[in-house]
């Protein structure tokens, strides 16, 4: 099953490959992965998308807790959680694919940030479903180049992951 | 007053009392190696070859229960030190590996000698360090120290790039240290506790799995003490002999691959498990699928990632082990329930017969030595007391089966990864940490070239250890595979071109015997450990076929056992 891991670990050089390594290692898998630092400096927020039975995610945590950069973990999929992603696809705008793009983009309420004679970027937001639903909306022939950032989460109401 | 970082480095060693540390100089550690050959309060011993460094240090720590301390430069001398940081990894040993490093503004251009070592080693590290500034120079090393001791211990490397030795800063050490990211457990959680008591005075036929942990928690005396209050089957893994008593009729031998028949039977039949310090190892349960189907376990461990990693528990127990058992006795003694004695009865009854099946039997009246008759003698010449390192293969077997370790520490060898080329200079470390103990290294003739070099250390360094080398002129546990499992195709596993070993020991400055004769075996243990201050090595000429049993072969389940 498909699982979100929420790790805080300390901005430390080295700190990410840690973790990536350990997947690697341990012959984890990694989905998607996204780090930056969080409103305190000395802090990385990761998220990471990975897949395993109840069995290896149980595992997967522990590990991942035992690395000595970790300071803190939860499996977001536990409980309520929102997730997000972002992508930024350069599509064909020509002929009727301007229309259909623009079009489209409204109704995934989409943003257009940059034009020109032939093409359009946009930027989307939301879950990894509807990026991939957006996708396949403007059809593989119109798809110029595709940048997603992986997926982000947070848990819903009074959950949250500080230290 | 301001130090430089070599001052501030063997400042810091002082401050954690550290009296020893393995090494060998290089262009990057120079600073440091300077300011160690001005003082007298840490010495320096030299080795020849980095992984002996890695391989002493942890001898000592295994010893002693003290952090082992490694000092080599960067490039090869980091590389070099890797297998022996993987071994200790392995066997959760407290070391801290100072590497030296190309100077910051070099790191990261090919300089000479450069590697990244702190990416080499990450993988076989409990953590690892690079210092970019003096300024945290202290704090890493205090931080790698308690990294390296507390919760379950491992190697901690702090790489240390030349010009931070040569940098200044004030030096003050801290007294303690707080990781917001780091904290282990040390108590059991009660309730765990509590539900683990119930358990265990409910078993029919139980026994107790103790490893490693038992020993690196110094937990032996707690540990027999619980086995005591309830008078059920112990056995350990290979890292776990000495915590109980190897001579006391409660203790069935070691489990596992190479383990006893009772032990193994043992588990497979058992109903509940007590797993203490022990991680369920590939070399103990055998075939995973197979191992103790009837059983419900307890599992007790510092390390949560140990707990449910291959073999799923019914009631798992975060803790040290010292801190759990001392809950666990307390709350026995005060129940009311007592283990069912009828029932215990009985099933050591059924575990007498399996004992009776005398697994360890071999030919005694075989015209060649047996190896299995040197490990019996060395036992009985050395009164069970001495430290017994070993390399890997048939002989470590044969000594874990045949030197019955009556108390923890005394058995030093390559548990998890395996490692030949380990015994003789963990021996080394042992002997400098315990100049007044009986040192010996049980050893075959493949293993011992693997860290030949040392011989030259231990001269230097005046360590007398005594070197028992089993010499069947094979890789003995490769041959003996062959033999089992590959219809006797004896790939590359035969020995050609030894050297005269005699002559060997006697070339490094020390005493050598050829022991040829099964009569001669005793009369030449005796005589090499009345030689206190020599080290002698024995090149006892071995049968060449000679197999360990009994055995589990692999993909086998514990009762599946190959009997002689």
Not at chain 1, 125 to 138: N, R, S
Request: charged share 25%.
């Amino acid at each position: 099953m498909r699982h979100i891991l929420s790790i805080l670990l300390e901005n430390e050089s080295g700190a990410l490959s840690r973790v990536a390594g350990l997947f690697s290692a341990r012959g984890y898998n990694i989905e998607s992965l996204t780090v930056a630092p969080t409103e305190d400096p000395s802090l990385s927020r990761m998220t990471l998308v990975t897949s395993g039975s109840d069995e290896v995610i149980e595992q997967i945590m522990k590990q991942v807790n035992k690395l000595i950069d970790v300071v803190k973990l939860v499996l977001l999929t536990e409980s309520d959680h929102i997730e997000r992603e972002l992508m930024l696809v350069k599509t064909q705008a020509r002929g009727e694919a301007r229309e259909e793009v623009k079009r489209l983009a409204d109704i995934f309420r989409a943003r257009i940030i940059d034009v020109d004679a032939g093409t359009y970027t946009v930027e989307v937001t939301g879950t990894g479903q509807k990026l991939d639903a957006f996708l396949e909306a403007v059809g593989a022939a119109n798809v110029i180049e595709v940048v997603r950032t992986g997926l982000s989460g947070i848990g819903r109401g009074d959950n949250a992951l500080r230290v | 007053m301001e130090l430089t970082g070599a001052e501030i480095l063997v400042r810091c060693l002082k401050e954690e009392g550290v009296k020893h540390v393995f090494g060998y100089p290089g262009g990057a550690v120079l600073n440091i190696y300077d300011t160690l050959n001005a003082q007298d309060d840490v010495d320096h011993i030299l080795v020849r070859h980095e992984q002996g460094a890695t391989h002493a240090a942890d001898g000592y720590a295994r010893a002693t229960g003290k952090p082992g301390v490694v000092l080599v430069t960067s490039g090869p001398g980091a590389t070099n030190a890797v297998t022996g940081i993987a071994t200790a990894f392995m066997d959760s040993i407290p070391m801290v590996i100072i590497t030296g490093q190309v100077p910051t503004h070099a790191i990261g251009s090919d300089a000479f000698q450069e590697v990244d070592a702190v990416g080499i080693t990450r993988p076989c590290v409990k953590h690892n360090f690079l210092v970019k500034d003096i300024k945290d120079l202290a704090l890493t090393m205090k931080k790698a120290f308690h990294v390296a001791t507390t919760g379950r211990p491992g190697p901690v490397v702090v790489d240390v790039p030349k010009d931070v030795t040569t940098d200044r800063y004030a030096f003050e050490y801290p007294k303690k240290i707080e990781m917001r990211s780091y904290k282990p457990a040390s108590k059991g959680h009660t309730g765990q506790v509590r539900k683990a008591m119930d358990m265990i005075l409910a078993a029919r036929k139980p026994m107790i799995y103790s490893g490693g942990g038992v020993v690196l928690d110094k937990s032996h005396e707690v540990f027999t003490e619980f086995c005591r209050l309830l008078g059920y089957p112990v056995t350990n893994t290979l890292m776990g002999l000495g915590a109980f008593p190897g001579t006391d009729p409660q203790f069935v031998g070691m489990l596992g691959m190479h383990g006893t028949y009772e032990a193994n039977m043992g588990m497979h039949h058992c109903d509940v498990l007590i797993a203490i310090g022990a991680r369920f190892d590939d070399r103990v349960t055998g075939n995973i699928e197979k191992f103790c189907p009837h059983a419900q376990i307890v599992h007790i461990d510092i390390d949560p990632s140990s707990i449910a990693k291959t073999v799923k528990v019914d009631v798992p127990i975060v803790g040290a082990v010292g801190p759990v058992l001392r809950q666990l006795n307390r709350m026995i003694r005060e129940s009311e329930r007592k283990p069912d004695e009828k029932a215990l009865a009985e099933w050591w009854k059924q575990i007498e017969e399996w004992r009776a099946t005398d697994c360890l039997r071999y030919d005694r009246a075989s015209k060649r030595i047996k190896p299995q008759y040197v490990m019996e003698e060395l036992y009985r010449v050395t009164g069970g007391k001495a430290y017994v390192t070993s390399d890997v293969g048939q002989h470590q077997m044969w000594a874990a089966q045949f030197y019955k370790f009556d108390l923890p520490n005394r058995w030093i060898n390559s548990g998890g990864l395996g490692t030949m080329g380990f015994g003789l200079p963990a021996a080394l470390g042992v002997k400098l940490a315990l100049p007044d103990e009986e040192v010996v290294c049980v050893t075959g003739e493949a293993s011992i070239i693997m860290c030949i070099q040392e011989l030259s250390t231990a001269l230097q360094y005046g360590l007398p250890v005594k070197v028992v080398n089993l010499n069947n002129g094979y890789m003995g546990m490769v041959r003996q595979w062959q033999e089992f499992f590959y219809q006797k195709r004896y790939a590359m596993s035969y020995m050609e071109a030894l050297p005269d070993f005699v002559k060997l020991a006697e070339s490094f400055g020390h005493v050598g015997m050829k022991i040829e004769k099964p009569g001669d075996v005793t009369g030449a243990l005796e005589e090499a450990m009345a030689m206190k201050d020599r080290l002698v090595f024995m090149d006892f000429i071995t049968d060449p076929e000679e197999n360990v049993y009994p055995m589990i072969p692999a993909g086998a389940g514990q009762n599946e056992m190959i009997l002689v």
